[in-house]
């Protein structure tokens, strides 16, 4: 059955991939998947069209094995970019934090009661003794001391990217 049909699968697997070496290795795993297979043939007069469907799902069989390839490859990619983006939020994170530390406790605590603490001006003012008007002004020069120690080091790492 080999030497009577191989040339035809041959042919069959050249046209539809048009690679010799994968016609002859399409043809290969053919024979052999017919091979394990070959009890549950149940009319050797269909032996030849069993061949070529088996040869016609190998051929599928190849191109669902390089789509998947194709995909880890870009799972790969976007999980190599989702960890480079990981490592500059964190980096962006302890920036902020050291930045955060290096201001003035008077400026300081109202702005992570308010940004960190969820709390309104007025909620501040009571807590701290102050006046909101004078949370409002620590909060704003706490926003435009971190955005002054922070903007260079933004700008270099734009520049990077």
Sequence with gaps: MVHAYAADLYRFAYWKCRDRALAE???QETYARAWAAWRDLRDEKAAKQW???ILH???ARLYERKQM???AQ???QEMEHLMRVAEAQTQRNVELREAMWALPAPFREPLVLQVLGGFACEE???MLGLSEAAV???VSRARRALRKQLEPERDSMERRS
């Design 124 to 126: 501040i003012a009571q």
């Design 57 to 59: 799902r190998e051929h």
């Design 136 to 138: 409002m002004q620590r």
């Design 51 to 53: 061949l070529f469907t």
């Design 25 to 27: 290795d399409l043809v």
């Design 69 to 71: 390839q194709a995909e």
């Design 74 to 76: 870009v799972s790969e």
